[in-house]
């Protein structure tokens, strides 16, 4: 499978068979763009839209896959990695 239908299937996964709202959910998940989203869907002849994952995007799109399938829920984990956020880089500033 290349990557523009992985994320396209994943995103689709986890958004919970939903077709809207796809790149938008998985972009709040990776605290990616969802430019960013859609350009590594991207398929067919728009090749200038087309961007490659860094090897980080593509773990961490895997990651949040186990994570679903295991039946975790994502929303609460994205709230409380942005606590920690928070929390720790915070102490620094």
Same mark, same amino acid.
């Given at each position: 499978?290349?990557?523009?239908?992985?994320?396209?299937?994943?995103?689709?996964?986890?958004?919970?068979?939903?077709?809207?709202?796809?790149?938008?959910?998985?972009?709040?998940?990776?605290?990616?763009?969802?430019?960013?989203?859609?350009?590594?869907? @991207?398929?067919?002849?728009?090749?200038?839209?087309?961007? /490659?994952?860094?090897?980080? &995007? =593509? *773990? !961490?799109?895997?990651?949040? $896959? @186990?994570?679903?399938?295991?039946?975790?829920?994502?929303? /609460?984990?994205?709230?409380? &990695? =942005? *606590? !920690?956020?928070?929390?720790? $880089?915070?102490?620094?500033?």
């Amino acid at each position: 499978m290349d990557q523009s239908t992985a994320v396209r299937a994943i995103a689709q996964e986890l958004n919970a068979g939903e077709p809207s709202g796809r790149s938008t959910r998985l972009a709040r998940l990776m605290g990616a763009s969802v430019a960013a989203i859609r350009s590594w869907g @991207a398929s067919g002849a728009s090749e200038e839209r087309k961007r /490659a994952m860094t090897p980080t &995007a =593509r *773990r !961490l799109l895997f990651v949040l $896959l @186990a994570l679903h399938r295991e039946g975790h829920d994502l929303d /609460a984990l994205r709230s409380a &990695a =942005r *606590r !920690l956020e928070r929390e720790y $880089l915070e102490e620094d500033a």
